[in-house]
């Protein structure tokens, strides 16, 4: 790995878990490093491994105290990171098309956003669904995935005051990033559009349709395809 006398380094997480920092920026190239972390942990930690959690540029590895001391995890860790190669099947990734209805009435910072750019509004939706994003983290809420890199055109802020409720399924933008909401939560993203796509379903094996590493697209469709693939239309405001 190509990085500064600093990196890779291990900070401490609590008494159960370790913080693997391999980055120190965010880039697409990360993924196939952490992936080939991920599958060294599983590999070495075995039932004494509870969680690893990937991000932009680290990897929280979670274990089991009672079977693994904080210091011996450490080791391992120490271990695992002689050597890394980067794993070319987490940088592939498995593709996902998510139908969105881009529209005011569910985005209504669409045109705000529109304004902020210097853009028209199907400039911004061009541009917004005309790239592949990349899924690097998971969390906030179980299903969220933060996914980048945005156009940097599109590049906005955050909300001053976030909304108390987004709907379900909202798409929506903030800084390099991208999203969809996959629950009813609070927010301060700036909501573009919906997804028909249903993104956390506990039928599911994994619960999550996302993964760290995987590839996504937004697709434009029509207000009439969107709720035949039973999207919801209520507008953000009556959502509330």
Request: contains cysteine; proline residues 7%; aromatic residues 8%.
């Amino acid at each position: 790995m190509i990085q500064g006398e600093r990196l890779p380094r291990i900070e401490s997480a609590g008494l159960d878990g370790w913080m693997v920092r391999l980055f120190d920026r965010i880039d697409e190239a990360n993924l196939a490093w952490l992936g080939a972390l991920v599958r060294r942990c599983e590999a070495e930690f075995g039932e004494a491994l509870i969680d690893l959690v990937p991000s932009y540029t680290t990897l929280l590895v979670v274990f089991d105290p009672l079977r693994l001391s904080p210091l011996v995890a450490r080791h391992r860790l120490e271990m695992l990171l002689k050597g890394l190669e980067p794993e070319e099947a987490a940088a592939a990734g498995e593709v996902h098309e998510l139908p969105t209805w881009y529209d005011p009435s569910v985005g209504p910072d669409l045109e705000r956003v529109a304004r902020y750019a210097g853009m028209s509004v199907q400039a911004v939706i061009d541009c917004h669904a005309g790239q592949e994003y990349r899924v690097f983290a998971l969390g906030f809420a179980p299903g969220f995935a933060f996914m980048g890199l945005l156009d940097e055109r599109l590049e906005v802020p955050r909300l001053d005051t976030p909304r108390k409720r987004v709907p379900v399924n909202s798409v929506a933008i903030a800084g390099r990033q991208t999203a969809a909401y996959p629950a009813v939560t609070p927010g301060g993203w700036n909501l573009l559009g919906r997804t028909s796509a249903r993104l956390f379903d506990r039928d599911r094996d994994g619960f999550s349709l996302l993964k760290v590493g995987d590839r996504v697209r937004f697709v434009p469709v029509d207000r009439a395809t969107f709720e035949q693939q039973g999207g919801d239309a209520t507008p953000v405001e009556a959502s509330r």
